[in-house]
C-alpha cells in the first residue's frame, strides 16, 4: 500500500539532489535536506529553503556521516531516506540500517541484499555464466596461488592471440577492489608475476584480502548501458532501452551519453548492431527477474569492434544519465516519467502501472556533462568562482544544475566537479548532434579560476566530441 504523503530524506547534494527535491513536490511529499559549511553555496540548499522553509534544510558537518544523516532523520521524522548517487547509493550496510533500525524507515533503491550480492564482482560473474550472460573471459571467483594464476593467464593471452590480438592485455585486480583501485595492465606474459604479486600485496594492505581477479583486457571498447526499473515484492521489471556511455575522460569519467546505444540505421556497423542492443537488453532483463530486482538499476556492458558484448557490472543505484534514457522513452505515447519519482514512488510501496508494452522510443537524445576541468590541461579538476552561467531554453532542452543564476558560485574542491548536465533530443542523430553543438555554443559560463584565470572548462571539448557520437 502506497503512502499518499511521507517525509522524505534527500542524503545528497548538488543536481541530484535537486532532482530528487522536485520529485518529492511532483508526487506531493515533503522533503528534507542536507547541507554542509562548505557546500553552503549550492543551489539544492536555496532550493530546499524557498520550497519548504527553514525546516527543510539541516546543517551537518559531512555527507558521509551516517550517523549524522540518520539522526537528522529521526529529528524530522522522516519515514525514507533516498541517496542519490554517489555516498551511501550503494552502500548495503547502510541500506540495510536504514531499514532495519529501531525506527526503521524505506531506503529509496534496491533492497540491501541486492546491493550487496550485484556489487560483488565475483558473484554477479557467476550468476551471469549460469544463466548463459556473456561475461569478460577471465577467473570468476578470488584467485590466491602463483601457479593457477599463471595459468590462467597464460589461456588469456593465448585466446587473445586466436582473435588476431596483437599485443594483448590482461588485467590483474584486487577482487575486493572497486572505483578503479588495485589494478595493473599487463601486456607481457614475462612480467605477469610480478603485477600478481604487486596487486596481492596491495589487495592485502588495502582491503585486507589479497584475492586477485584476472581478466581478458577489452580494447577499444563501446560502452552500452541498460536501464532497468523493478517493483518491491517480486513484482514486474521493465527496461527504458540502451545508451552509449563510450565518450569517456582519460580516467574513465562519463562526459557524453547518448540513447539508444547505437544508430544502426544512420551509421554502418561491422556487426549487426540492431541484434547487438537486443540481445543486452534480454541478457539484462534475464539476470533481473532472476534476482527479482525492485528498483532503478543499470547493467553494464562492453562491445568489441567484432560486435561481441561482454558484461561488465551492475550499478544498484540512480545513475547521473538516467534522463537520456527518458527523454527517448514513451509511456502509452505520452513522455516518460522522471526515473527519480519512478524511483520514490515504487520504493513507497505504489506498483508499477505500466508493462514493456507501454513502453516506446522515439528520436535520439544526447546528455552533456558540463564539469570544472581542463581537457586541456589532463583534465585537472578547476576550482575558483563562476560568475556567470547562462544556458538557453529550447522545448528540447533539459538543463540539471545545483548553480545559483542569480549571484557568483564558489566551486569546493570536496566534491565532484561536475556542474550541470544539458540533455538534448532529436528526431534522429543528425538533429540531435545539431541541437547538441548550439547548446553548447549558446551556453555562458564565466568566471576565474583560484590561480586567476579566466574559466576554461569542457565546454569546447564536448563541442568537438559532438562530431564522434555512437561511431565505434
Known amino acids: 500500500m502506497a ?99 529501531g525506527r526503521p524507515m524505506r531506503f529509496i533503491g534496491p533492497s540491501w541484499w541486492l546491493i550487496r550480492d550485484l556489487g560483488d564482482k565475483i558473484n ?16 570468476d571467483r578470488p584467485v590466491y596461488d602463483e601457479m593457477e594464476a599463471e595459468e590462467i593467464a597464460a589461456g588469456l593471452f593465448a585466446f587473445q592471440a586466436k582473435q588476431g590480438v596483437i599485443n594483448g592485455q590482461i588485467l590483474v585486480k584486487a577482487s575486493a577492489g572497486g572505483g578503479g583501485m588495485g589494478i595493473e595492465e599487463v601486456g607481457d606474459p614475462a612480467q605477469f608475476r610480478r603485477a600478481f604479486r604487486r596487486v596481492r600485496s596491495y589487495a592485502l594492505r588495502h582491503f585486507q584480502d589479497e584475492g586477485v581477479l584476472i581478466e581478458q583486457r577489452i580494447q577499444d571498447f563501446n560502452h552500452i548501458e541498460v536501464q532497468i526499473l523493478g517493483e518491491r515484492q517480486g513484482g514486474d521489471i ?111 510501496g505504489e506498483s508499477l502501472g505500466y508493462g514493456q508494452e507501454d513502453i516506446s522510443f522515439e528520436g535520439v537524445g544526447i546528455e552533456y556533462r558540463i564539469v570544472a576541468e581542463n581537457p586541456e590541461g589532463r583534465f585537472a579538476p578547476q576550482s575558483g568562482r563562476i560568475e556567470r552561467f547562462i544556458v538557453p531554453e529550447h522545448p528540447w532542452l533539459t538543463v540539471h544544475t545545483h548553480l545559483p543564476r542569480d549571484r557568483a558560485y564558489e566551486v569546493p574542491t570536496d566534491f565532484d566537479p561536475n556542474l550541470a548536465l544539458g540533455i538534448v533530443w532529436g528526431k534522429d542523430l543528425a538533429e540531435a548532434r545539431q541541437r547538441g553543438e548550439r547548446f553548447l555554443s549558446e551556453v555562458t559560463l564565466e568566471g576565474l579560476t583560484t590561480s586567476g584565470e579566466s574559466w576554461r572548462g569542457n565546454l569546447s571539448y564536448l563541442r568537438r566530441k559532438t562530431a564522434d557520437i555512437l561511431r565505434f
Open 3 to 101: 503512502e499518499s504523503k511521507s517525509r522524505i530524506l534527500i542524503a545528497n547534494r548538488g543536481e541530484i539532489a535537486v532532482r530528487i527535491l522536485r520529485a518529492c513536490r511532483r508526487l506531493g511529499h515533503e522533503f528534507v535536506c542536507v547541507v554542509t559549511e562548505v557546500d553552503r553555496d549550492s543551489g539544492h540548499a536555496a532550493l530546499a529553503l524557498a520550497e519548504g522553509g527553514e525546516r527543510s534544510l539541516y546543517r551537518i558537518s559531512s555527507y558521509h556521516d551516517a550517523n549524522e544523516i540518520l539522526a537528522v532523520a529521526d529529528d524530522a521524522e522522516c519515514v525514507a531516506v533516498h541517496p542519490g548517487y554517489g555516498f551511501f547509493a550503494e552502500d548495503f550496510r547502510f541500506a540495510r540500517r536504514v531499514t532495519l533500525r
Open 124 to 139: 554477479t560473474k557467476r550468476l551471469a555464466r549460469r544463466l548463459d550472460v556473456p561475461t569478460i573471459p577471465g577467473s
Open 238 to 348: 521493465v527496461h527504458f532501452g540502451t545508451r552509449n556511455c563510450s565518450i569517456q575522460s582519460p580516467g574513465r569519467q562519463k562526459r557524453v551519453e547518448v540513447a539508444p546505444g547505437f544508430a544502426p540505421g544512420e551509421i554502418t556497423y561491422v556487426f549487426d548492431a540492431a541484434k547487438v542492443l537486443e540481445d543486452v537488453v534480454a541478457h539484462s532483463l534475464a539476470m533481473a527477474r532472476e534476482v527479482a530486482y525492485d528498483s532503478v538499476g543499470t547493467w553494464e556492458w562492453i562491445v568489441t569492434p567484432r560486435g561481441e558484448p561482454f558484461l561488465m557490472e551492475v550499478n544498484t543505484r540512480i545513475q547521473v544519465e538516467n534522463g537520456v534514457s527518458t527523454a527517448i522513452s514513451r509511456l502509452r505515447g505520452e513522455p516518460a516519467p522522471d526515473l527519480v519519482g519512478e524511483q520514490i514512488r515504487l520504493a513507497l
